[in-house]
């Protein structure tokens, strides 16, 4: 299937159960003109089951695995999904038969003149009433008491029921199902941020220590090499020219050291908030942090189509877009008639020892069709509320789209070019080490002096100081790469360019990848 056959039919599977009152699934246009591969990829594939494993860093998974336990953002996310299975159980319950338990005792006192004692004196031929049957001559007429007393006790199910003929419940049901996928979307968009700023800070720990390493070095040797100017100096050998630029080299470098210090502590801090500690408790989680000294293991190519699937920005967009055109045909249904059954069944009787006999059972059943006629044009302005809502998810769906499309693109391209610039600064390394060893030669033949071997010294930090960010930026290169693909990819030949999508798996009536 092509991309842009995916997406309708994605909708429309989605679309399996509504009521007729919700409008036919829409694709957005952005979604229509997806393009059908990446301009950047590679034809290898590879899968990791947990794809920060890339970087095969024992160190970062173990803190991968202290971030993914303590981490609070994730725990809040957890919480809004229990909360969207919650609603989600809100909305199934008004598709069900509503049953409640009734139990009460009462008791009317009242006098023979009045209410419904008035009606039992009438009948029994007291004062005022119109009785004119003869009793027999042994039966003595006996005085109406002057007030009546009655008790009733009584028990029993009372069962309420809105018969869902529109459509109305099942389609909020089903939204709210929607809404609960998007929820655990939403979780999983969450956990790939948490772990794409633990990782960045973790290679920000790594990059900064190895700087703050290197640029001690730095200024031991231009120490050593501001001394060695300086007794040329006095020997007259050099001019104060090279002796002021090699102090205010050595100045420089000291007053960058204090920053990137700072800069360190700022990232062990970041690091420790994601894993739920304060910064001395990570201390011993980062303390063998490294930076890639290899290139990593190739992206494979992949159709834009996929990420309707893989990304979870993209699949809770599209999932609440779902939402709201499946709450167009509940706000619509709330226009017509709703049918409402109601029943109850128990056992009455005078006396409380009565509860127990079934003899004493009572039944009754009532059905009631409402219809609105006035609302103030309520029910109609929340129909257009809900299709406005739903307009705007289907734009914030095409524009999730474009963005995750946009984000693969560069991703891709930044990871090729910085693979190409760590690639290059090794190479770099390697000469300035090669410098490093002939100086070294030269001096200890007596052909060049001192200064030659520091000044290839200092080169050779530098490289590597340069090739330690250049390693960095590759590491965050990758990174994004899996940010934007929604973390790992399908290591799968059939994923390649140009060959078919695969099918999505059905689960609990809702199609997800």
């Known amino acids: 299937m092509s991309p842009r056959r995916i997406a309708p039919a994605i909708l429309s599977a989605l679309a399996v159960g509504a009521c007729s009152f919700a409008p036919a699934p829409e694709a957005p246009v952005a979604v229509e003109r997806m393009p059908d591969a990446w301009g950047h990829g590679d034809s290898a594939a590879y899968a990791p089951d947990s794809w920060w494993t890339a970087w095969q860093d024992p160190t970062l998974d173990r803190l991968v695995d202290t971030v993914l336990i303590a981490n609070l953002d994730l725990a809040e996310a957890v919480a809004r999904v229990e909360e969207a299975r919650a609603l989600a159980g809100i909305a199934t319950a008004d598709l069900l038969p509503s049953v409640n338990a009734t139990a009460d005792a009462t008791r009317s006192d009242n006098p023979n003149n009045a209410g419904f004692g008035r009606q039992i004196f009438e009948l029994l031929g007291g ?23 009655n008790t009733t006790y009584s028990a029993g199910a009372t069962l309420s029921y809105e018969l869902d003929f529109w459509g109305r419940a099942r389609n909020d049901r089903a939204a709210a199902l929607r809404d609960l996928e998007a929820s655990e979307a939403d979780l999983q968009t969450a956990l790939l941020g948490v772990l794409a700023e633990t990782i960045t800070a973790y290679f920000d720990v790594a990059d900064l220590r190895r700087r703050v390493e290197l640029t001690s070095e730095v200024v031991e040797v231009l120490r050593e090499r501001a001394r060695s100017t300086e007794t040329r100096y006095d020997r007259g050998l050099v001019g104060s020219f090279e002796l002021y630029q090699i102090r205010q080299d050595l100045q420089v470098t000291e007053a960058g050291l204090p920053q990137l210090r700072a800069a360190l502590q700022d990232a062990v801090g970041r690091l420790a908030v994601l894993a739920g500690r304060y910064p001395g408790e990570v201390a011993d989680l980062v303390a063998a942090a490294r930076l890639p000294d290899r290139t990593l293991a190739p992206v494979p190519a992949a159709l834009p189509a996929e990420l309707l699937w893989q990304r979870p920005d993209v699949r809770a967009s599209g999932l609440r877009l779902e939402s709201a055109r499946l709450r167009v045909g509940a706000r619509r249904a709330e226009l017509l008639p709703s049918l409402n059954l109601t029943g109850t069944l128990g056992l009455q009787s ?18 009631g069709l409402t219809a609105p006629l006035f609302q103030g044009g309520r029910l109609r302005a929340n129909v257009r509320a809900q299709e406005a809502r739903w307009a705007a998810q289907s734009a914030a769906y095409g524009r999730v789209v474009l963005t995750a499309v946009a984000e693969v693109e560069g991703a891709l391209a930044r990871q090729r070019e910085e693979a190409e610039r760590f690639v290059f600064l090794s190479a770099q390394l390697d000469e300035a080490q090669a410098s490093v060893d002939l100086q070294t030669r030269r001096f200890e033949s007596g052909v060049a002096g001192y200064p030659d071997y520091l000044d290839a010294v200092r080169n050779r930090l530098t490289v590597q100081n340069t090739l330690a960010a250049a390693a960095r930026d590759y590491a965050l290169a990758r990174l ?21 999508s695969p099918q999505p798996a059905a689960a609990g009536g809702l199609l997800l990848p």
């Open 350 to 367: 005078a006396e409380a020892e009565g509860l127990f006999d079934l003899s004493q059972w009572f039944s009754n059943l009532t059905a």
């Open 127 to 149: 004062a005022g009433g119109d009785s004119t049957a003869p009793l027999p001559d042994s039966v003595a007429p006996a005085a109406p008491p002057s007030r009546f007393q």
């Open 480 to 500: 994004g790469v899996h940010r934007a693909l929604g973390g790992s990819w399908i290591d799968d030949p059939s994923f390649e360019s140009g060959a078919p």
